[in-house]
Every structure is written in C-alpha cells, then in structure tokens.
C-alpha cells in the first residue's frame, strides 16, 4: 500500500491544478492561508508551507498588505546572459521539445555576410528550429554559424542538444550583443509559431563571439503574449 502524500502537498496539488488548468489565470489572488488551513483541515503553518514552496517556484508571488497572487509565468529569456533555452522551460517545470526545419550549408547574402563578419557568398551553415514549452512555440530561431569555428555543427543532433549547447561546447561564449524590437511575421513565420499574423512578436537579433572570434548570428522571434525579456544590472555601491 502507498501512503498519501503529505498534506502540505495535497494542498500544493490543488493550487497547481487551479493554476494549470487556467481556473486561475495570471493576477488571480488565491485564497488566504487561513481559509486554505480550515478547508484542508490542518494548522496555518501547514498551509504557509505549501504557499510558500510555491511561492519560491515561481507559481506564486507575495504583495504585502494585499495577499498572493499567480504569477505570470510567461517564457522569459535574459537581455544580459545568454541562456540555453531547453533549461529554462525545464527550470520553470514544462516540458521542452523543437521541431528542426532546416539544417544545411547555404551561400552568406548581404545580410548574413556583414552580421556574420565573412564574405558575401561565403559557405555557412543554417538551422531554423522552432522551440516549444509544453508543445506550445514560444520561438523560431534561425541561426548562421560560421564553420570555421564549429565545422561539425550541421552533424549534431538537436532533438538531443540545441544550438545553443552545441555552441558552448565547442566555442565558450565570451561576448554577446543583442538588439530587440516588436515586429509582425508573415504567414508561414506566423504558421510556426501557430499564431496570427497580427500578434505582436518579439525580435532579438544576436551575435556571439568566442574571444576575438564571431561565432554566430541569430534572429530569433518570440510571440509578444508567450514571451518576456528581462535585464538586471548590479552595481556596487559607492
């Protein structure tokens, strides 16, 4: 016989299925630990605690003198750092999964030659995946890689490791710059990201280099109500 899970999780299991099943959207201010404590028949403490776990998961946030509310838990990528995007959806607790559209060899255009700092017509390689969280899209990344550096990124699997692991694998990133800005996709970008053409999306154009070396280019597109950005900078105090 198994034995039923604690209580503070049962109480867990519940918030969640509320959450996840869209009964309570992002803003929605869930109920105070008292009452939680009385339907659930256990102590305050036992209903903080499985507030709080939630709370610290990302699930829930806190807003003194008002209550605790679901967050909103949009996709997020960092505007500083960059991140693998397979251990962001998994860090948030979703499952991640790409579909690989292109993968090949292709001769570098205007575009692609001045992004990537190599001559026009020059051989580089091109992959266009699109990311999913939980088979939902939630970017559409097309990179340029020159094979200079990384001459066997068109030979690795990417349902077992994105561009970007393979990168870093092969080229620690040491510098990055981005540029961000709101856009419409056309139809068959809009087709893979499965949303509407008039949906704002998200545009960051990225360069990275490996000490003096520029790596790659990529342009990768988010849907605007799937996704966010965030900056932070610390500064020392004075």
Known sequence: MTSAPPLYLQIQQHLLEKIQDGAWPAHHQIPPEEQLARDFGVSR??????????????????????????????????????????????????????????????????????????????????????????DTPIQLENRYVNPRWVPNYLKSDFSLHTPNEVLVAACPITDVEHIVEAVLVDHQTAEWLAIDTATPCLSMVRRTWSGEQLISYARLLHPGNRYKLRSSVHRQAS
């Open 45 to 134: 403490m036992t209903a903080n605690k499985a507030i709080r776990d939630l709370v610290h998961k990302g699930y829930l946030t806190r807003q003194p003198g008002l209550g605790t509310f679901v967050t909103d838990r949009k996709a997020e990528s960092s505007l500083v750092e960059v991140y693998n995007i397979a251990d962001e959806v998994r860090s948030r607790g979703h499952d991640y999964s790409n579909s690989v559209l292109v993968c090949e060899a292709i001769k570098a255009d205007d575009e692609i030659a001045l992004r990537l700092g190599v001559r026009l017509g020059s051989r580089v390689f091109q992959t266009l995946l699109v990311h999913l969280e939980n």
